[in-house]
């Protein structure tokens, strides 16, 4: 066999170089790409959140009646959960009362178990039981000299309905009616009681009105103060030298009634401005109500009750989600899937129909074991929140080294 030429030698040479090389790069950029590829982030699984609304419960169907007005409303509240009859100012009688106590108490507060200080009948105020006797008002006896502490005059006043306490005790406090009415229109105005007028202590003249929506307000300061809750609270109290007292409001202390004020005029009818406590489910609901211009003062308890029976009924456990329901889910660009679940049941405490707003959030994930808590979702109705916790309902792995590598497109995104 002839010797090989010089030029194929070459050649041979120069192949076997550009072969090394190519080798040479090739196990040089494997050696970069995959450790690369390994060290990479993995893509986060895409995330799906469907988290289902609550249907809402029944309307509220309240027993509101049909003569005269009525309304009510949760304590401090500003929005009424009904109403009916007339919403402007009307007469309100000896409800009128309990805006005398909140501006008498406003000047002269009392802490809770102090009585205050002394108040001694004058011939001034035996005079006011002549007149308040004259026109057939409601009254307690008073005898000059007799002194009664500030809380006892106030407990006549409110318990008793005595037209000529609110007098005695205006007089003492202010000096004047005038100086009252004074006090009373710079209180209605301070506490944005617009539709309320205060033109005498007692409430005998019809000048004396307010609403509904302001009522709801005056029953919730009442309850405010401590003192004042207790002394409309209070069914039967001993007063010296008077003796016992009775409350004429007859409703105490049934089906959770603790308060406020009975009134009754000519031109304002029957009224009764309540104030009650229940239970629904796991809650206490307290509420504050007026009926106004009933027939009589059995008529205005019958509303008083058939109202409040409503209102407790229209108060709702509404299940919101119970424990392990799917509500979404993981998917890697693997082609793993994992759900994501509630970890709890819960309910809300909802008014009549009132919505329930939904909101829900999850993390970001790569990978992920059963069980982990990835968000939470957070109900809203009637200014609460139930939150309830969400976790994985499966593992979400790594792919693996194969994975990586055969996917530079997704790994290097």
Not at 44 to 73: D, H, N, Y
Not at 126 to 150: H, M, P
Not at 199 to 208: E, H, I, K, Q
Request: hydrophobic fraction near 45%.
């Amino acid at each position: 066999m002839p010797p090989t030429s010089a030029p194929v030698r070459r050649r041979r040479r120069i192949a076997a170089f550009v072969a090394g090389g190519i080798l040479v790069a090739m196990a040089a950029a494997i050696g970069v790409y995959v450790p690369a590829a390994l060290a990479a982030p993995l893509p986060t699984a895409q995330l799906e959140l469907a988290v289902p609304t609550p249907a809402p419960a029944q309307p509220a169907k309240l027993a509101l009646p049909g003569v005269g007005t009525g309304a009510i409303a949760l304590e401090g509240s500003d929005e009424l959960l009904g109403e009916s009859g007339q919403t402007g100012p009307v007469p309100i009688a000896s409800v009128t009362k309990v805006v005398t106590a909140l501006v008498v108490l406003e000047a002269h507060p009392l802490a809770e178990g102090d009585d205050g200080p002394g108040i001694t009948m004058t011939a001034a105020d035996v005079q006011i039981l002549e007149q308040t006797r004259a026109v057939d008002g409601s009254y307690e006896l008073v005898n000059e000299g007799q002194t009664l502490s500030e809380r006892q005059v106030l407990e006549i006043m409110l318990l008793k309905s005595a037209n000529n306490y609110a007098e005695t005790v205006t007089n003492w406090a202010f000096g004047s009616l005038a100086a009252y009415l004074d006090a009373a229109r710079s209180f209605t105005a301070k506490h944005g009681l617009t539709d309320t007028t205060i033109v005498d202590a007692p409430g005998l003249d019809p000048g004396s009105r307010s609403s509904t929506k302001d009522l709801m307000k005056i029953a919730s300061l009442a309850l405010a103060d401590p003192v004042l809750a207790k002394i409309v609270s209070t069914s039967i109290d001993q007063v010296p030298v008077i003796g016992e007292i009775d409350n004429s409001n007859k409703l105490l202390g049934i089906e959770g009634i603790d308060g406020i004020k009975t009134g009754t005029t000519d031109e304002a009818g029957s009224c009764l401005l309540f104030s009650a406590e229940f239970t629904v489910g796991d809650q206490t609901k307290s509420v504050v109500g007026v009926i106004l211009g009933a027939e009589s003062s059995q008529a205005a308890r019958d509303a008083v009750q058939a109202l409040l029976a409503s209102t407790k009924r229209a108060f709702t456990t509404l299940p919101l989600i119970r424990a392990d329901t799917e509500v979404g889910s993981y998917t890697t660009a693997w082609g793993e899937t994992a759900p994501i679940v509630a970890t709890s049941d819960s309910d809300a405490i909802v008014w009549s129909d009132d919505v329930v707003d939904v909101d829900a959030s999850a993390a970001d994930l790569v990978t992920a074991q059963s069980g982990l808590n990835v968000g939470t979702i957070r109900y809203s109705v009637d200014d609460t929140t139930e939150q309830v916790a969400l976790k994985v309902d499966g593992t979400l792995e790594d792919p693996g080294f194969w994975w990586r590598i055969s996917h530079p497109e997704l790994v290097f995104g």
